[in-house]
């Protein structure tokens, strides 16, 4: 029988926030109304240690989330098993559509200058732009599962197989 590595594996707080931090891409799941997960690629927002989404107020995942606003978000990088990394979210949301709420936008611009870079009273029309019918989604976790395999101290492996030619 293998030997469990789970807690060796397990990321701190601080890390989790490094990791989130520098991750560019979540999984986020929700329900459907018949019960099958619908999941979706999606840039993200961090204020405070809190996950952040952006997207269209009749969009699915938003129909979802105001049927039901149980979530689960997975962020993950490596490219080779002892490279693994990644955060699970499991929890709640709360859908924020008041655009006068300050919440809402410093959530917008945390979104925006992730990818597009720092906000400043020129960028306010394009953020502006950005979030024409959309609203906030904020994950309220419940539980976090984390890991790490590059704790383990593996030799580092090779990128190989069929995909390893299109990295």
């Known amino acids: 029988m293998g030997t469990n590595q789970r807690s060796q594996i397990t990321m701190s707080?601080?890390?989790?926030?490094?990791?989130?931090?520098?991750?560019?891409?979540?999984?986020?799941?929700t329900i459907g109304a018949d019960g099958q997960p619908h999941l979706v690629a999606m840039w993200y927002g961090l204020i405070d240690g809190k996950v952040y989404f952006e997207t269209k107020a009749k969009s699915q995942k938003a129909v979802n989330l105001k049927r039901d606003p149980r979530i689960t978000v997975s962020f993950e990088a490596g490219l080779s098993y002892d490279q693994l990394r990644g955060v699970a979210i499991e929890g709640t949301t709360?859908?924020?559509?008041?655009?006068?709420?300050?919440?809402?936008?410093?959530?917008?611009?945390?979104?925006?200058?992730?990818y597009n870079g720092p906000y400043n009273d020129e960028m306010k029309p394009f953020v502006e732009i950005m979030m024409n019918k959309r609203?906030?989604?904020?994950?309220?976790?419940?539980?976090?599962?984390?890991?790490?395999?590059?704790?383990l101290g593996?030799?580092?492996?090779?990128?190989?197989?069929t995909t390893a030619q299109y990295l």
């Open 154 to 161: 593996q030799p580092a492996m090779p990128v190989a197989g």
């Open 13 to 29: 707080d601080d890390e989790v926030r490094e990791f989130l931090e520098q991750t560019r891409t979540a999984t986020m799941a």
């Open 94 to 114: 709360t859908i924020i559509d008041d655009t006068e709420d300050p919440e809402y936008w410093a959530a917008s611009v945390s979104v925006f200058e992730r």
């Open 135 to 151: 609203v906030i989604v904020r994950v309220e976790p419940k539980r976090v599962r984390t890991w790490d395999h590059r704790k």
